[in-house]
């Protein structure tokens, strides 16, 4: 039994919605083991979840979520706010009236037959002046199990919010499931979230995208901090010494991987090592010393399986081999384990796919595994864990990277000019689809810091709020620009990626020092051609030439496709325009 807090608001808010939503109980989540165990087994007995191997996966379950519900709803994703200006051009708006009036209807009684579980949990180490605290209501084991994963829950929670703390109210139901009244609301001027009709992880594990990046990006605006989409990592140099990065990809660039890197064997050998501290959110704050810090607000990974395996990601996978939820993979019925493609060349002969149907991966001509597919695993599992990710201060950054998957206009790497040049190339960001998700390849998708579906107010604001933390930080790290996507004329990828981007690191963390110097360029600096290591790298004759090479023609039409994005923009910062106006000058100079 959880111990509760003399904290009125919360005690007044649970009840409010218990009388709103009528559950036939009520459960506080204290996160005892003794209660995990008892909701896993419950979650079995009703069939929401399947526990698997105990010796080949122990203390890991299967969940499948509605075939309708396997991703991100964001057309149906809406920031409320009170003038939509504030929500600005690229959410969806609703006001906080039209919403509730929309919305409530659906909650009323929806919990009836169900337990609601109330989950306190803290994003960030419980007691870090960088942590907050929000309160989940649930009708779904799944999602009050999974909470327990991806963040700090429970008691120790409950303890901090002590009787006068303020928590981030979030109230979900799986409802009925139905799509057409599937909603995923913010309420950012009452520091609230709602969401019904999803059982998905990116929509009803509201901890993730909903609070840590939605929410959050707008706490930090208001109070000098910023909850950007960007993975940590530490590298470790032979001498022992740690510097860290922050690095941003729009979704399925290769976060995961990159903040789990296993570095080529000439570095290992060297001794070199990369730690994790967090593989999709940073929370970003100036320290006393003038440098940026950041947490990973998260305590779990809820990561794509397919693609994930000993040779992409030995480590997300080591991850995943204990207290895990699995959801919408193979499962294997001979062993009860799971595969997705990608795991191995083995897949299970006698299993059942994500729907349920009978499936035998050496004869099938479907996937087995949605292709959004996902693992929650206990960041404790995986083996290059920094030591570092509880740590209350978080860690200093000496480099901000941001990347997208360009077939020819980007360069492996670029520094930018300075900051606000950076915060330019940040705005800029982009990736293009490739035949394999879309079936036509280049079409340009502009995803500025790979937060357009993540940040919870006008994005030109948010461009604002980006160039001011420029201003108020002392000791700024440096901007940086990748590209592990770069293709030759024949669609072959130029640079092998995966661990090799540790290369990349060593010229950025070398650049962070002053230790090489770098080649100037109409979009940025560039790395001569001789300080990328490519010792023991099998590269095509010319191959890093052609990665290094900036093609005037295509940049131009890079500002003209840039120019068109940015008119969308009532409040872009006139900085901005004029970085363009500068990239456009140098390009034609
Ligand atoms: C994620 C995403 O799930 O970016 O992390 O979609
Ligand atoms: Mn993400």
């Given at each position: 039994?959880?111990?509760?807090?003399?904290?009125?608001?919360?005690?007044?808010?649970?009840?409010?919605?218990?009388?709103?939503?009528?559950?036939?109980?009520?459960?506080?989540?204290?996160?005892?083991?003794?209660?995990?165990?008892?909701?896993?087994?419950?979650?079995?007995?009703?069939?929401?979840?399947?526990?698997?191997?105990?010796?080949?996966?122990?203390?890991?379950?299967?969940?499948?979520?509605?075939?309708?519900?396997?991703?991100?709803v964001e057309d149906r994703t809406f920031i409320c706010t009170t003038d939509p200006a504030e929500a600005g051009p690229t959410n969806n708006h609703m006001t906080p009236e039209e919403a509730k009036a929309r919305v409530l209807p659906l909650y009323k009684g929806c919990m009836k037959g169900r337990t609601m579980y109330v989950v306190p949990y803290s994003m960030g180490p419980i007691g870090s002046p960088f942590s907050r605290i929000g309160v989940e209501l649930t009708d779904s084991i799944y999602v009050a199990l999974s909470m327990c994963i991806m963040t700090r829950a429970g008691q120790a929670v409950l303890d901090e919010l002590g009787p006068d703390g303020d928590f981030v109210r979030c109230l979900h139901s799986k409802g009925t499931l139905s799509p057409e009244d599937r909603y995923i609301l913010h309420f950012p001027e009452e520091d609230a979230i709602w969401s019904i009709n999803s059982g998905y992880g990116g929509n009803a594990l509201q901890g993730k995208k909903c609070f840590a990046l939605r929410i959050a990006s707008v706490l930090g605006r208001r109070e000098g901090w910023m909850a950007e989409h960007m993975l940590i990592v530490g590298v470790e140099n032979p001498k022992g010494e740690i510097k860290y990065i922050a690095a941003?990809?729009?979704?399925?660039?290769?976060?995961?991987?990159?903040?789990?890197?296993?570095?080529?064997?000439?570095?290992?050998?060297?001794?070199?090592?990369?730690?994790?501290?967090?593989?999709?959110?940073?929370?970003?704050?100036?320290?006393?010393?003038?440098?940026?810090?950041?947490?990973?607000?998260?305590?779990?990974?809820?990561?794509?399986?397919?693609?994930?395996?000993?040779?992409?990601?030995?480590?997300?996978?080591?991850?995943?081999?204990?207290?895990?939820?699995?959801?919408?993979?193979?499962?294997?019925?001979?062993?009860?384990?799971?595969?997705?493609?990608?795991?191995?060349?083995?897949?299970?002969?006698?299993?059942?796919?994500?729907?349920?149907?009978?499936?035998?991966?050496?004869?099938?001509?479907?996937?087995?595994?949605?292709?959004?597919?996902?693992?929650?695993?206990?960041?404790?599992?995986?083996?290059?864990?920094?030591?570092k990710v509880d740590d209350p201060n978080g860690v200093p950054i000496s480099a901000i990277i941001f990347g997208g998957r360009r077939a020819r206009t980007a360069p492996l790497v670029f520094e930018s000019f300075d900051w606000t040049h950076g915060v330019f190339v940040g705005s800029a960001l982009s990736s293009e689809t490739t035949a394999a998700t879309q079936g036509k390849v280049g079409v340009v998708r502009r995803d500025p810091m790979a937060m357009l579906p993540f940040c919870?107010?006008?994005?030109?604001?948010?461009?604002?709020?980006?160039?001011?933390?420029?201003e108020k930080l002392e000791h700024k790290p440096k901007i940086f620009h990748v590209n592990w996507f770069r293709q030759d004329k024949d669609g072959n990828f130029l640079w092998p990626g995966f661990g090799d981007n540790m290369r990349v690191l060593e010229w950025i963390l070398a650049r962070c020092e002053d230790a090489v110097p770098a080649v100037k360029s109409p979009i940025g600096l560039?790395?001569?051609?001789?300080?990328?290591?490519?010792?023991?790298?099998?590269?095509?004759?010319?191959?890093?030439?052609?990665?290094?090479?900036?093609?005037?023609?295509?940049?131009?039409?890079?500002?003209?496709?840039?120019?068109?994005?940015?008119?969308?923009?009532?409040?872009?910062?006139?900085?901005?325009?004029?970085?363009?106006?500068?990239?456009?000058?140098?390009?034609?100079?």
């Open positions: 039994m959880a111990n509760l807090p003399d904290n009125r608001a919360l005690l007044d808010w649970v009840e409010e919605c218990r009388a709103l939503m009528t559950p036939d109980e009520v459960e506080w989540i204290d996160a005892s083991e003794e209660q995990l165990e008892r909701l896993r087994t419950k979650g079995v007995a009703t069939g929401e979840m399947h526990r698997l191997n105990p010796e080949l996966l122990p203390g890991c379950y299967y969940h499948r979520s509605h075939p309708t519900d396997v991703a991100r941003a990809f729009p979704s399925a660039c290769g976060k995961t991987n990159l903040a789990m890197l296993i570095p080529p064997e000439i570095y290992r050998n060297k001794g070199y090592k990369v730690w994790c501290v967090g593989d999709d959110i940073a929370w970003l704050r100036i320290g006393k010393d003038g440098r940026l810090y950041a947490t990973n607000p998260e305590n779990g990974f809820f990561g794509v399986a397919p693609g994930t395996g000993a040779k992409t990601n030995p480590n997300a996978l080591a991850a995943t081999r204990q207290n895990t939820i699995f959801t919408n993979v193979v499962r294997n019925l001979k062993d009860n384990t799971v595969w997705w493609e990608g795991l191995d060349k083995n897949p299970p002969e006698y299993g059942e796919d994500w729907l349920g149907n009978p499936w035998n991966g050496k004869t099938a001509t479907t996937k087995g595994a949605q292709p959004n597919s996902r693992f929650t695993s206990p960041i404790a599992g995986c083996p290059c864990i920094s030591d919870g107010y006008n994005m030109g604001d948010y461009f604002a709020h980006w160039l001011d933390m420029g560039l790395p001569r051609k001789e300080d990328i290591n490519v010792q023991g790298l099998d590269l095509a004759p010319g191959a890093l030439d052609e990665l290094l090479t900036v093609d005037n023609g295509l940049w131009l039409e890079e500002v003209q496709g840039l120019r068109e994005f940015y008119s969308k923009f009532d409040r872009l910062p006139d900085a901005l325009r004029a970085q363009l106006d500068g990239l456009e000058a140098r390009l034609k100079g």
